[in-house]
């Protein structure tokens, strides 16, 4: 609210990924890091590390291994249900809400705005994108249970009214996330860690950490930052 609603209109305009989050974030991260020189391993899963005077020593993932070496640091960037099974003594959010997304195949009207909000209804937020229409229901567990077909024709019911479309069913796509984000209580943010951790060349990062923002894209972008700059300094400590 502060950092939004406060500051005026101006610093409440959303940004809009129109081909896609991985061509915004993930592509240029990586082709960046390439250009670095850097090996890109995916489909590769971490699967433990290991610890040794008061430092991660090694990383073991599905297919290969790492040693660490003196001047190296580790930034875990990993869902916190999956941080408190590599990190000893972890304390992180351990109750989650879901995330409900759908995607019809159909041309989206002109007169469309390129983000709509909807109340009353089964959809939250409706986005026209090209050759298709998106819609996004956070904290959807309710929906969880019910069939993809009706789920489906129930989200599409709420956009062809608001887009004054057929109510005929187009091709779609259901995805739901059951641990999409944090629970938002205070008792769960009560138990975000911060970035450093008891290990002296191990970062977390995550939109599940202490970045002063709900469980957005935004905070984990702040968390992002944050862990770059510790190791960072560290770097130049250890010089």
Request: glycine share 8%; hydrophobic share 45%; aromatic share 8%.
């Amino acid at each position: 609210m502060r950092e939004t609603l406060a500051l005026g209109g101006q610093a409440c305009r959303p940004l809009l990924a129109y081909e896609g989050l991985g061509s915004v974030f993930v592509e240029p991260a990586v082709t960046h890091l390439r250009g670095l020189g850097v090996t890109i391993s995916f489909e590769d899963e971490l699967v433990e590390l290991l610890f040794g005077n008061g430092r991660v020593s090694q990383i073991k993932f599905a297919k290969h291994t790492v040693e660490l070496g003196e001047n190296d640091a580790v930034i875990l960037a990993v869902p916190p249900y999956v941080a408190t099974n590599l990190v000893p003594s972890l304390i992180a959010p351990n109750s989650f809400r879901g995330i409900v997304n759908a995607h019809f195949r159909v041309d989206p009207p002109p007169q469309m705005p390129p983000m709509l909000g909807l109340i009353n209804g089964t959809c939250e937020w409706v986005f026209p994108l090209p050759g298709r229409i998106s819609a996004t229901i956070s904290d959807g567990g309710r929906l969880f249970e019910l069939s993809r077909t009706e789920l489906a024709q129930m989200i599409w019911n709420d956009i062809a009214k608001v887009a004054k479309l057929p109510s005929t069913l187009p091709p779609w796509q259901i995805v739901r996330e059951r641990r999409a984000t944090f629970a938002a209580t205070p008792e769960q943010n009560a138990r975000r860690p911060g970035a450093e951790t008891a290990w002296n060349n191990l970062i977390l990062a995550g939109d599940w950490t202490q970045t002063g923002l709900p469980a957005t894209i935004e905070g984990a972008v702040r968390s992002g930052y944050r862990a770059a700059d510790l190791v960072k300094h560290r770097m130049r400590a250890a010089a």
